[in-house]
């Protein structure tokens, strides 16, 4: 396909089972998917820091002569919300990097039956021939048209 003039980025490839071996799926390799879960868990450690400081600075109290700040109660509401952020975050960047919720044309019954298919949506008139000769290469290919 790349050899037809089609950038990687259009090619889409669909399985029924999981083929990350393939080299058709080394495009989406690195995820910087590590990166924003641990953003995501610092805002929340940093968002329950400071709500904790506020509610508890704002009305002071007698507390007999302890810190009115008191780290040891505050780690679990300082730990659920860290796990809350890099939680929201991990879902927001799958959603976001699957393409969730986005319509593609391209899908073919055949594919849950253990089929693969390769696909390019939209190719300009020029690459179409080329596209087309590119797909049944492999014996045994069945080139559809959307």
């Given amino acids: 396909m790349q050899a037809a003039g089609v950038a990687p980025e259009d090619i889409t490839v669909l399985t029924a089972y999981p083929m990350e071996w393939f080299a058709f799926f080394r495009r989406d390799a690195q995820s910087r998917m590590w990166w924003i879960a641990c953003l995501g868990g610092l805002i929340g450690l940093a968002s329950a820091s400071a709500l904790l400081w506020v509610?508890?600075?704002?009305w002071p109290m007698n507390v007999g002569g302890l810190p009115v700040f008191a780290w040891w109660p505050n780690l679990i509401i300082m730990f659920e919300l860290t796990m809350l952020g890099a939680i929201l975050a991990t879902v927001v960047t799958l959603a976001v990097t699957a393409r969730l919720g986005r319509r593609t044309r391209l899908?073919?019954?055949?594919?849950?039956?253990g089929q693969i298919l390769v696909g390019v949506e939209h190719p300009s008139n020029e690459l179409l021939p080329a596209v087309t000769r590119a797909l049944e290469v492999p014996v045994g290919a069945d080139v559809k048209r959307l």
């Fill in 55 to 58: 509610a508890e600075t704002s």
């Fill in 107 to 113: 899908y073919d019954p055949a594919v849950a039956d």
